[in-house]
C-alpha cells in the first residue's frame, strides 16, 4: 500500500490549494481515507476524512466551511480542496488509510504517506 500526498505550496491570505492523495495497493471503496496535518512545533491534528466508499465526509471545527474532500471514483486521487486558507493552516498535509470507518483519530489509520507542505502567508 502506498500513498503520496502532493500538491502543497506557498499562497497568500484567502487564497486556495488542491492537494492530492495518489492512493495505490487498495481500494477506497472499502478503507476510509483521512487528511492531517502537523504545524511546526505543534501535534498532529485531524482535517478531515472520508468514509469507504466516498459516501460521507467529516472535518474539523477549524476547516469546516473551507475544506473539502472529493474523488471521482476508488482509483483516481483523493483531493483536499482548500479554500480562504489562513495562516493557521500552514502546516505540512499528509493522506492516510486505514479501516472502513471515517475517523478523526491518527491511530486507526495504518497506512501514511509523506506530507506536503502547505504555506499560507499574510
Known amino acids: 500500500v502506498q500513498l503520496q500526498a502532493s ?6 491570505t484567502g487564497g486556495s490549494l ?3 492523495c495518489a492512493v495505490s ?3 477506497l ?6 487528511w492531517f496535518r502537523q504545524a511546526p512545533g505543534k ?3 485531524g482535517v478531515g476524512c472520508m468514509s ?10 477549524a476547516v469546516k ?8 471514483n476508488a482509483k483516481n486521487p483523493v483531493y483536499l480542496q482548500m479554500n480562504s486558507l489562513k495562516p493557521e493552516d500552514t502546516a505540512v498535509y499528509y493522506c ?9 483519530n491518527s491511530s486507526t489509520y495504518n497506512n501514511w504517506g509523506q506530507g506536503t507542505l502547505v504555506t499560507v502567508s499574510s
Open 7 to 12: 500538491g502543497g505550496g506557498s499562497v497568500q
Open 18 to 20: 488542491r492537494l492530492s
Open 25 to 27: 495497493g487498495l481500494s
Open 29 to 34: 471503496d472499502y478503507h476510509a481515507l483521512g
Open 43 to 45: 501535534e498532529r491534528e
Open 52 to 61: 469507504s466508499g466516498g459516501g460521507s465526509t467529516d472535518y474539523a471545527d
Open 65 to 72: 466551511g473551507r475544506f473539502t474532500i472529493s474523488r471521482d
Open 96 to 104: 492516510a488509510s486505514g479501516g472502513p470507518t471515517a475517523s478523526s
